[in-house]
């Protein structure tokens, strides 16, 4: 296979995934979940809500499955995702929100402002030498942990650090 061929499926493929997830983004938005963004791997992206839940959903290919809780093989059900969607599926989903159990997220706030870690700046970009990265706190898009150790852990970070910071 030439590069050329090589280049033009990735980018069909790319085109394919931002296409889908725009899909499956806009659905819940427009379905009263407006609080929601998508996080992690494009090929695989987690739908969080209000900056504080994983919601318990997958999107495959252009189907979009509910489940009954986290890390789950139960599928409640299954929506597909043909960009055509006329039908109000608000009631449902809010209902399946209500209904079932959705992954708990947490996030480091700076003191007690509504500034939330989101993120470094790197003066020098060096693993094992951490002089030369400096938090970033904002108001929108901050960073989330997915476990309450993890979190503690960087809050610890950045207490020796000098930072006044708390998990929520």
């Given at each position: 296979?030439?590069?050329?061929?090589?280049?033009?499926?990735?980018?069909?493929?790319?085109?394919?995934?931002?296409?889908?997830?725009?899909?499956?983004?806009?659905?819940?938005?427009?379905n009263g979940?407006?609080?929601?963004?998508?996080?992690?791997?494009p090929e695989?992206?987690?739908?969080?809500?209000?900056?504080?839940?994983?919601?318990?959903?997958?999107?495959?290919?252009?189907?979009?499955?509910?489940?009954?809780?986290?890390?789950?093989?139960?599928?409640?059900?299954?929506?597909?995702?043909?960009?055509?969607?006329?039908?109000?599926?608000?009631?449902?989903?809010?209902?399946?929100?209500?209904?079932?159990?959705?992954?708990?997220?947490?996030?480091?706030?700076?003191?007690?402002?509504?500034?939330?870690?989101?993120?470094?700046?790197?003066?020098?970009?060096?693993?094992?030498?951490?002089?030369?990265?400096?938090?970033?706190?904002?108001?929108?898009?901050?960073?989330?942990?997915?476990?309450?150790?993890?979190?503690?852990?960087?809050?610890?970070?950045?207490?020796k650090a000098?930072?006044?910071?708390?998990?929520?």
């Open positions: 296979m030439e590069w050329k061929e090589m280049d033009k499926k990735s980018e069909d493929f790319l085109a394919m995934l931002e296409r889908r997830n725009k899909r499956f983004l806009n659905f819940f938005k427009t979940f407006k609080e929601t963004r998508l996080i992690g791997d695989k992206p987690a739908l969080l809500y209000n900056e504080e839940l994983v919601l318990s959903c997958y999107v495959h290919n252009f189907e979009l499955r509910l489940m009954d809780k986290p890390f789950s093989d139960n599928v409640i059900e299954v929506i597909k995702l043909n960009g055509f969607l006329n039908e109000d599926f608000s009631e449902m989903i809010k209902e399946w929100y209500k209904t079932y159990e959705h992954r708990k997220v947490y996030k480091i706030q700076f003191q007690e402002s509504l500034l939330y870690l989101a993120g470094y700046n790197f003066l020098v970009r060096r693993k094992e030498n951490p002089e030369g990265r400096y938090p970033v706190f904002a108001r929108h898009h901050p960073k989330v942990y997915f476990s309450l150790e993890k979190a503690n852990e960087i809050t610890g970070e950045l207490e000098g930072y006044t910071v708390t998990v929520i």
